[in-house]
């Protein structure tokens, strides 16, 4: 499996993104795909997360009731819905495919390349 993740850019506070996650690979549609983001200096932390039919989420407590995350298995794609952003949102945004529903960095086997979600004051 291949991520791309895109979608990123400069916001102010209260603005919205939509980042996206596309994936290549067969057996995309049957993995659970995590959003996770690394400010600078500050380790890499869990976003959100959504199981293989998109029925099942979860969020960091910093991202409940403004992020949402989705799925379209016919187009191999995850969305990360951002509204509401803060400066404390500043970071680079990766997806992630693993088996396993964890919230857990160390559970993810495929990376993409990260995308840069910068939010103004």
């Known amino acids: 499996v291949q991520l791309q993740a895109s979608g990123g850019g400069l916001v102010r506070t209260g603005g919205s993104l939509r980042l996206s996650c596309a994936a290549s690979?067969?057996?995309?549609?049957?993995?659970?795909v995590g959003w996770f983001r690394q400010a600078p200096g500050k380790e890499r932390e869990f976003v959100a997360i959504?199981?293989?039919?998109?029925?099942?989420?979860d969020y960091a407590d910093s991202a409940k009731g403004r992020f949402t995350i989705s799925r379209d298995n016919h187009r191999n794609t995850v969305y990360l819905e951002m509204n509401s952003l803060k400066p404390d949102d500043t970071a680079v945004y990766y997806c992630?495919?693993?088996?396993?529903?964890?919230?857990?960095?160390?559970?993810?086997?495929?990376w993409g390349q990260g995308t840069l979600v910068t939010v103004s004051s």
């Open positions: 992630a495919a693993s088996s396993s529903y964890s919230s857990s960095s160390r559970e993810y086997d495929y």
């Open positions: 690979g067969r057996t995309f549609s049957s993995r659970v």
């Open positions: 959504i199981n293989w039919s998109g029925y099942t989420t």
